[in-house]
T-cell receptor, first 111, second 115 residues
C-alpha cells in the first residue's frame, strides 16, 4: 500500500540555518511526489513537484528512488518560512489520480 | 489562473441543519475532489469526481452528499452532521481523467463547526 512518512512533527531552527524536512514514501508503482505548504489558516499551496526539478522560495527537493525519499531542503531559513509542510504522493486510486499526504512537519524559524 | 474558490469560508451549523459547501474552478479541470482536514492533521480524501461522475467515495458517511452540477462546480451537501465532523473541508481540482499526470490544486477551504 502507498504510504508517506514525515518523521518529524516539529522542526525548530534559527534564521539563516539550513533546513531539511524529511519525507519517505512507499509505493509499488512509479511515484510522483509533491511538497505542499500551509501557512497559518491559509490554503494548501503547491511548493514543489519532483518532475519539474525547480526551486521555489529557495527550497529544493530531489527524488531518491533508491532510498525512497523526497527530502525538502533550504540552505538558509527565513522567518517567513514558518509553516506546516506536507509531503504528498500522487498515486492511481482505482485508475484516478489522488494524493496521499504525510502527517506534516511544522517548521518554526526563530529570529 | 490556478484558483479554486470555495464558499462559505466559515460555517457554523446545528446537528439538525441542512447546509451546503460550494466549490468552483474555471481552469477547465475535469477532476474535482473533496478532502477533509482536522486540526493539525493532513488532508484526507473523501470523494473524487471525474468528468462530472463520482469516481471514488472513500467510505464517507451518507450525511455527506457530493454533487457535481457541471464541470466547473462541486458541492458538498451536509445533513445531520455530528460535532466530530467539524473540520476544514478542502476542494481541489486537476486536469483529471484516468491515468492523468497533472498537479492537484487546492482551494482555501471551508471551516465547518458543528454545534
Amino acid at each position: 500500500a502507498q504510504r508517506v512518512t514525515q518523521p518529524e512533527k516539529l522542526l525548530s531552527v534559527f534564521k539563516g540555518a539550513p533546513v531539511e524536512l524529511k519525507c519517505n514514501y512507499s509505493y509499488s508503482g512509479s511515484p510522483e511526489l509533491f511538497w505542499y505548504v500551509q501557512y497559518s489558516r491559509q490554503r494548501l499551496q503547491l511548493l514543489l513537484r519532483h518532475i519539474s526539478r525547480e526551486s521555489i522560495k529557495g527550497f529544493t527537493a530531489d527524488l531518491n528512488k533508491g532510498e525512497t525519499s523526497f527530502h525538502l531542503k533550504k540552505p538558509f531559513a527565513q522567518e517567513e518560512d514558518s509553516a506546516m509542510y506536507y509531503c504528498a504522493l500522487k498515486w492511481m486510486n482505482s485508475g484516478y489520480s489522488t494524493l496521499t499526504f504525510g502527517k506534516g512537519t511544522m517548521l518554526l524559524v526563530s529570529p | 489562473d490556478t484558483e479554486v474558490t470555495q464558499t462559505p469560508k466559515h460555517l457554523v451549523m446545528g446537528m439538525t441543519n441542512k447546509k451546503s459547501l460550494k466549490c468552483e474552478q474555471h481552469m477547465g479541470h475535469r477532476a474535482m475532489y473533496w478532502y477533509k482536514q482536522k486540526a493539525k492533521k493532513p488532508p484526507e480524501l473523501m470523494f473524487v469526481y471525474s468528468y462530472e461522475k463520482l469516481s471514488i467515495n472513500e467510505s464517507v458517511p451518507s450525511r455527506f452528499s457530493p454533487e457535481c452540477p457541471n464541470s466547473s462546480l462541486l458541492n458538498l451537501h451536509l445533513h445531520a452532521l455530528q460535532p466530530e465532523d467539524s473540520a476544514l473541508y478542502l476542494c481541489a481540482s486537476s486536469h483529471g481523467g484516468r491515468n492523468s499526470g497533472n498537479t492537484i490544486y487546492f482551494g482555501e477551504g471551508s471551516w465547518l463547526t458543528v454545534v
